[in-house]
């Protein structure tokens, strides 16, 4: 079988715990569905990773996910560009430049809030 990003990730879902696995699932749902200039991409495979990071790209990198030991971790670089209305950012808060939520076991998804960010991370992408 052809690997392809999308079948990496399917792998990365797979190799997560229940919930962890269920949350990038959907977190990965709502991104591409979105827009459609969103694409799949795995990155920064190493050692301590060999399956990498799940990566949502679109005229840059959008979002990229990791796993911690009590959340499945939603990084945008540009995050500090992005604005957040619904105040989904929870994590990297100090930085600069990137921004992230931290979504654990018991959070609900605000599909349309991250939906939201998702497209407003584009635009900034664009510029």
């Known amino acids: 079988m052809i690997s392809t990003p999308g079948t990496e990730i399917d792998e990365i879902i797979a190799s997560q715990p229940v919930w962890k696995g269920a949350t990038l699932a959907q977190l990965r749902s709502i991104i591409l569905e979105a827009s459609e200039e969103v694409s799949e991409a795995v990155k920064w495979k190493m050692p301590s990773k060999p399956l990498g990071?799940?990566?949502?790209?679109?005229?840059?990198i959008v979002c990229v996910a990791d796993y911690l030991n009590n959340a499945v971790r939603l990084t945008f670089p540009k995050g500090a560009q992005v604005a957040d209305p619904s105040n989904l950012f929870n994590a990297r808060l100090d930085s600069k430049v990137a921004r992230a939520i931290d979504f654990t076991e018991e959070m609900a998804v605000?599909?349309?809030?991250?939906?939201?960010?998702?497209?407003?991370?584009?635009?900034?992408?664009?510029?």
């Open 53 to 60: 990071s799940p990566t949502w790209e679109a005229h840059g």
């Open 110 to 127: 605000d599909s349309e809030g991250l939906r939201l960010l998702i497209l407003q991370a584009i635009d900034v992408n664009k510029k």
